[in-house]
């Protein structure tokens, strides 16, 4: 059971917007700053937003990320097939005194 | 470019240890944190232990307190995971990930190690 709540699956088509969240506590979410992963099928992880809605040099502005009270968003408008892997929400919690991460969620573009 | 390349796969046997390594380059080794994040199968990612290679404090997961240990070479840029007392459920593929600073994101993954438990 993870820490940070993430729906299970998504899913949209080419050229839709799809928003997946993350809900949290006050000892996470609600007090650190959320970062968000794009796992591709058979890949390592990659940074995809950090500090809740920031883009590192690379990722298309078609991702963004949000952030309110205990819970994240992150937003993928213009969904393209590449799109299609799995998401992972992670924040610092002050009380476990680590990172905790959502169970993630699978993308899927129809 | 920065690179964290990790050591091949491994077999175990339950109750016994592995020893997973990651070696960095492309940057100044002591200026960024290492993490240890695992994915067992069918699971979301789970985060189980930090280093700061400068002073090589740790902090562990308390999940795995009392049979992890991360420890660091500076001499090769290298940060190594031991997990003792390994049983199947620690069947998992384990990344290495780097961060600027304790409380920061995960900037740069390794490709990933799979251990298998098996008896």
């Known amino acids: 059971q993870s820490v940070l709540t993430q729906p299970p699956s998504a899913s949209g088509t080419p050229g839709q917007r799809v928003a997946i969240s993350c809900s949290g506590s006050?000892?996470?979410?609600?007090?650190?700053?959320v970062n968000w992963y794009q796992r591709l099928p058979g890949t390592a992880p990659k940074l995809l937003i950090y500090?809740?809605?920031q883009r590192p040099s690379g990722v298309p502005d078609r991702f963004s990320g949000s952030k309110s009270g205990t819970s994240a968003s992150l937003a993928i408008s213009g969904l393209q097939s590449e799109d299609e892997a799995d998401y992972y929400c992670?924040?610092?919690?002050?009380?476990?005194?680590?990172?905790?991460f959502g169970g993630g969620t699978k993308l899927t573009v129809l | 470019q920065v690179q964290l390349v990790q050591s091949g796969a491994e077999v175990k046997k339950p109750g016994a240890s592995v020893k997973v390594s990651c070696k960095a380059s492309g940057y100044t080794f002591t200026s960024y944190h290492m993490h240890w994040v695992r994915q067992a199968p069918g699971q979301g990612l789970e985060w189980m232990a930090i280093i700061n290679p400068s002073g090589g404090s740790t902090s562990y997961a308390q999940k795995f307190q009392g049979r992890i240990t991360m420890t660091r070479d500076t001499s090769t840029s290298t940060v190594y995971l031991d997990l003792s007392s390994l049983r199947s459920e620690d069947t998992a593929v384990y990344y290495c990930a780097s961060s600027s600073g304790w409380y920061s994101y995960f900037d740069y993954w390794g490709q990933g190690t799979l251990v298998t438990v098996s008896s």
């Open positions: 992670a924040a610092w919690d002050d009380s476990l005194n680590g990172w905790v």
């Open positions: 500090s809740n809605n």
């Open positions: 006050s000892s996470n979410i609600g007090g650190n700053s």
